[in-house]
């Protein structure tokens, strides 16, 4: 595997999770700094695998009886609810709306990026948000249903996958619990097709603006011809023509970042894919919209 594949493996996030004031103890709300905890956590993997760590450091202050790690907890950013079911790493990038280049930029020199987070509890989740009620046997569940879902896409069928015996579904998923690279891609490789072979690319692109929402395109690796693969630009141009004007006349008016990284409209998506694809089989693409000065820069 490629240095770039190792680099976004152990890519990490900042994050400061801070305790929804209703969730504290009545004699703690006398404090006056906020009740958090931070942790860094790997951008390729699921928040909610860090739940039960981080509410064993936030119990102490608790005002409720935890029962369960996961059932009943969710992660908000500015009161908007935060899907677990997805690589944070890419939602931080479409959450936040701001291309790396941006962030660098309005940093202080040897500052950190963090991502600041609100931890909340109740009985009534949020409208859309996925509810755990099996712990992460249910998230192991999701997972592996996601990498049917690519390997369909890639191969035009779930069989690689389907036909794994129980000690590889297993071993490839504690390989993402223990961040075990070389173990991760060793059974991922016996799922990607070759280049001739593949059909299409699992693709997910996220948007936090205008509004929250989640585009899964069709996208076959080549033409009908197989001679002309599809590119970024292709693929974008043809879901979003008002932010990527086909004729590239127009300024764009957002650019797309994958695993962090703002990614050349030109590349070939197939390639993308083998590079910066997530742990779950798709290659996530959070589109950032412009500022004017973005634009005019």
């Given at each position: ?51 039960p760590f981080i509410i064993q450091k936030l119990q102490p ?101 389907m036909s794994f015996s129980k000690p590889d579904t297993l ?98 998506l197939w390639l993308l894919y083998q590079q910066l694809a ?20």
């Amino acid at each position: 595997m490629s240095e770039q594949q190792r680099l976004v493996w152990t890519g990490t996030l900042n994050l400061r999770i801070e305790l929804d004031p209703e969730l504290v103890l009545t004699d703690q709300k006398e404090r006056t700094t906020t009740i958090c905890v931070n942790v860094q956590v790997p951008r390729d993997s699921y928040l909610v695998l860090y739940l039960p760590f981080i509410i064993q450091k936030l119990q102490p202050q608790l005002r409720v009886n935890v029962k369960d790690f996961y059932q009943g907890w969710w992660f908000e950013m500015e009161n908007v609810c935060i899907p677990w079911n997805f690589p944070i790493g890419a939602l931080y990038d479409s959450f936040t709306g701001l291309n790396p280049q941006n962030r660098a930029s309005g940093s202080q020199e040897n500052s950190v990026n963090v991502w600041k987070l609100m931890l909340r509890y109740g009985k009534q989740l949020p409208r859309g948000f996925i509810p755990i009620r099996n712990g992460s046997e249910q998230i192991r569940e999701l997972w592996m249903h996601q990498w049917k879902q690519a390997c369909f896409v890639m191969n035009g069928n779930s069989k690689l996958v389907m036909s794994f015996s129980k000690p590889d579904t297993l071993s490839f998923w504690e390989s993402v619990l223990r961040r075990s690279f070389a173990g991760f891609t060793d059974i991922r490789q016996r799922i990607l097709p070759s280049k001739n072979d593949v059909k299409s690319v699992p693709v997910r692109i996220h948007l936090a603006l205008p509004e929250i929402r989640l585009v899964e395109p069709v996208c076959n690796a080549y033409d009908n011809t197989r001679e002309v693969e599809l590119t970024l630009k292709k693929l974008l141009s043809r879901e979003f023509p008002e932010w990527f004007a086909p004729d590239g006349n127009a300024p764009y008016l957002a650019v797309p970042v994958i695993q962090g990284i703002i990614v050349p409209l030109d590349l070939q998506l197939w390639l993308l894919y083998q590079q910066l694809a997530s742990f779950d089989g798709f290659l996530h693409i959070s589109l950032c919209l412009l500022a004017k000065t973005d634009d005019e820069a």
